[in-house]
């Protein structure tokens, strides 16, 4: 906590940020220091204000040159930011940032910004992420000359980008991230931001090309530009020429680039940690100027048309934390010896598609493997069993085997308490899944679909877990009832038990499932009259019945509606009634897409 007074005694700087007090409960909008009319400085930064508005009073703070309300994980501010808060002219810095996406984070109404830009001329600071604010951006924006961090990201913003605001010579920091509908393009003027250190515009709508101009940044530290819609030929060696980069990431555009491997002068490569490539349409092998990048913790470079055997380069890079090389056309064996030097990696990626198997040998007592790998993704990959290798990464948290030949599951694996993601699809299985696959307590997705399973579905698989959103076990031969026990408060948001053998009712308790979102039954023996009681359920949008032995009348009750359902099967069965435009005018959603 820190107080400063004038020489009047009057209260000018108030600091309350966590790092120095952390004040629990609502703001309170009579509080005292919304009566410090002198006051130049207020950050609240960091506490835990229980998701309370924030009060209307701050508008009275005339003087105030900085504000500082931004919340670090789930300690968010919530509600209408009060549109008084424009009323503040002599505003330098706002930040009313969050740091996570909370279901009821700030909104802003779209005159609010638009007023505090025509009002705070002088603003050089204004940071609003995860603040709702669901409209375009003000051009009224590329007025304010004096900015220097522009951060909007997670906002909702839609519309056309500014092109003006990359005319703003004072910017050293521009975010947009996160923004999937809003548009724009990377205007050649933006090499006249020589100030600019970052560039933040990944998951957006941009188009076009990267004009030659941005290589002029060369104070530029983190570049991000993935999952966007930019597009050209673009040569990867030129990234080089920007010597402060730290980060950069191209992926998922629809960019060609290439390496020319040559006239790369490795003694003074930027200090690149994230290089992120993935998608980006390389082909041919791995530049072998990224052996120099010693400071180097995450490369991605999946799904791309990289080729040859992975360098041994590669496994030197004692720096990596994430090491993703998966759907490439790599070839060859890789030497689980390998692997040791890479004590740090938490992410290997080898998987999809590549031609690669390991060479595990006979005894690998005496290798020391990444211990803190938390996701490992060798779907694809050419795999007869488990690699035993597996059992000894003590961090796993998400195990990506799909496509496989894979023919039995190794009880060592239902040991692993720490798998979040667990899927074997498209391999082999045969026999009965075990039970104690319910000691997987921390699951949020399992997918078993498309092998050769049998018998009864463990009993306690609807209800095993309390973090399990995707049940997925469709394209096996699965016989007897689906799990009849699906506990309150579950969070299960998609189930497939499609194309088995399976029989009975659909158990009542699937009423329980409030997230649900997709339940697939199709191509089964199910023997049931028509399941009007789904349509309790809020968040359901497809439905698929068909192909089994359901009867009787379709009907919908008044208050089953299903409120967002979108795609509804019922082909294939005994119903002694059709879906009629009537019934179908009766689900609530179908009213309101019917409207629009």
Partial sequence: MGFFCSLAFSIQFLLLFSSSLLLYGSM??????????????????????????????????????????????ETTLSGEVPTQISRLSNLLSLDLRSYIKQLD????????PRSLIQNSTRLEQ????????????????????????LSFGQCELHGEFPIGIFSLANL??????????????????????????????????????????????????????????????????????????????????KLSLFSQNRDVNVTILPPIQWLGLSGCNLN?????????????????????????????????????????????????????????????????GLGGGNKLSFLEGKNTSNVTFPSQIQTLDLSSFNLVRFPNFIQHLQELTDLFLSDNSIKTIPSWLWNKTTLQILDISNNLLMGEI???????????????SSNDLVGMIPSCLGSFSQSLQLLDVSGNKLTGNIPQIYEKGNVLQFIDFSSNKLYGQLPRALVNCR?????????????????????????????????????GAIMCPLKYTFPQLRIIDLSQNGFSTKLTSEIIMCFKSMIISNKR
């Fill in 28 to 73: 309170d909008p009579n509080s005292t220091f919304f009566s410090l009319v002198h006051l130049q400085s207020l950050d609240l930064s960091d506490n835990d204000f229980n998701h309370s508005q924030i009060p209307a009073r701050v508008g009275h703070l005339s003087q105030l040159r900085h504000l500082n309300l931004s919340q670090f994980g």
């Fill in 105 to 112: 984070y700030p909104l802003i109404n779209e005159s609010t």
């Fill in 126 to 149: 204004l940071r609003l992420n995860f603040v709702t604010i669901s409209s375009s951006l003000p051009h009224t924006l590329t007025n304010l000359t004096s900015l220097q961090i």
């Fill in 172 to 253: 050293t920091s521009l975010n947009f991230e996160g923004n999937q509908n809003l548009q724009g393009t990377l205007p050649a003027s933006i090499g006249n931001l020589t100030n600019l250190a970052h560039l933040a515009l990944e998951d957006n709508s941009f188009h076009g090309e990267n004009p030659r101009s941005l290589f002029r940044l060369k104070n530029l530290e983190l570049l991000s530009l993935s999952e966007n819609l930019f597009e050209g030929r673009l040569a990867l060696d030129m990234f080089l020429k920007l010597k402060m980069l730290n980060i950069l990431d191209l992926s998922f555009n």
């Fill in 284 to 348: 041919g092998e791995i530049p072998t100027w990224i052996m120099n990048l010693t400071t180097l913790n995450c490369l991605g470079l999946s799904r791309n048309d990289l080729q040859g055997e992975i360098p041994y380069f590669l496994f030197k890079l004692e720096n990596l934390t994430i090491l993703d090389l998966a759907g490439n056309m790599f070839e060859g064996q890789i030497e689980l010896d390998m692997l040791s030097k890479l004590q740090k990696l938490t992410l290997l």
């Fill in 434 to 448: 075990s039970p104690s696959i319910c000691n997987l307590q921390s699951l949020v997705e399992l997918v078993l």
């Fill in 515 to 551: 997230m649900l979102e997709f339940l697939d039954v199709r191509h089964n023996h199910f023997n049931d009259s028509f399941p009007f009681w789904l349509g309790s359920l809020p968040k359901l949008k497809v439905v698929s019945l068909s192909d089994n032995q359901f009867h």
